[in-house]
């Protein structure tokens, strides 16, 4: 686990990392937590709107610190029981979704840069910064609907969040944040700490699926050696280069996967 103590002023005063086992007092679905959120009732309610407070107030500092939020609508289905698709809505995120993600952000973020700056061994999540030549033809096609955008200046990455506030609320506008995302470098998976340019994050891993997610898994692992003081050798830096090229080819599958699929449903819906 990455534990934290956090004032309301967003310092970090304490962290710790360390196995543990979890005890839960409470499980929460999303919704059981929204609702906690927008009534301000229910169990541990004091306890999930500190949190949610404190979330928000991350997610605040982020973004004005250049990251780009890509709050795109996902496309869900409602299957019958033969797995025919039978109607389709976009899963929405809200507060209690962002609770979560600016936690493990912060986890993520603290554990990267422990490995990082002990230059040990691990599996780190980059992304690099995008190709001008990509974001000129992204400007060109942002332009008729008022934006400037300047592929000379990847960093200044204000300029993809005013594009994405203004395609928000308009359905004429919906294309461009895609667009944007393929205009991007693709995140991967890398044995060196080079940063993560839409998180504008210096140090970043991912850390906290493990039991889902290999590249977590190496992260715990390797954290745990540190901890324990052993000694990383050889082997355990050529370990986490093919983890992390091996993680990288088998998310492209998997999302490519996942494509086809929602292709395919949306192709039995539609004949309907």
């Avoid at 990455?2 to 962290?15: Q, R, S």
């Avoid at 906690?36 to 309610?45: P, Q, S, V």
């Avoid at 061994?121 to 400007?139: G, M, S």
Wanted: aromatic fraction near 10%; charged fraction near 30%; glycine fraction near 4%.
């Amino acid at each position: 686990s990455a534990v934290f103590t956090i004032n309301e002023g967003l310092e970090l005063l304490d962290e710790w990392f360390g196995r543990t086992v979890i005890h839960s007092d409470r499980r929460f679905t999303y919704a059981e937590a929204q609702e906690i959120i927008e009534t301000g009732r229910g169990d541990f309610a004091e306890e999930v709107l500190t949190l949610n407070r404190l979330a928000q107030a991350l997610r605040k500092a982020r973004f004005k610190n250049g990251a780009i939020s890509f709050d795109r609508e996902e496309v869900k289905f409602q299957l019958d029981e033969a797995g025919k698709p039978i109607g389709v809505y976009f899963k929405e995120q809200k507060e209690s979704n962002q609770m979560i993600e600016e936690f493990m952000l912060q986890a993520n973020e603290a554990v990267a840069e422990y490995m990082c700056k002990r230059e040990l061994p691990t599996v780190y999540r980059v992304h690099e910064n995008p190709d001008p030549d990509k974001l000129r033809v992204f400007a060109s096609f942002a332009r008729p609907f008022g934006y400037r955008i300047d592929p000379s200046k990847p960093e200044d990455t204000a300029q993809f969040q005013t594009v994405l506030r203004g395609a928000k609320n308009d359905p004429k506008q919906r294309v461009l944040p895609t667009l944007l995302l393929r205009s991007l470098a693709r995140a991967r998976y890398a044995d060196e700490c080079i940063g993560h340019y839409g998180l504008k994050a210096k140090f970043y891993l991912h850390f906290t699926s493990p039991i889902r997610r290999y590249p977590d898994l190496v992260a715990h692992r390797m954290l745990q050696k540190a901890l324990l003081g052993e000694e990383f050798t050889a082997a355990d830096e050529t370990m986490c280069e093919e983890a992390a090229d091996q993680s990288t080819n088998r998310e492209q599958a998997a999302d490519n996967c996942e494509r086809d699929i929602d292709k395919l449903y949306i192709a039995s819906y539609m004949q309907q």
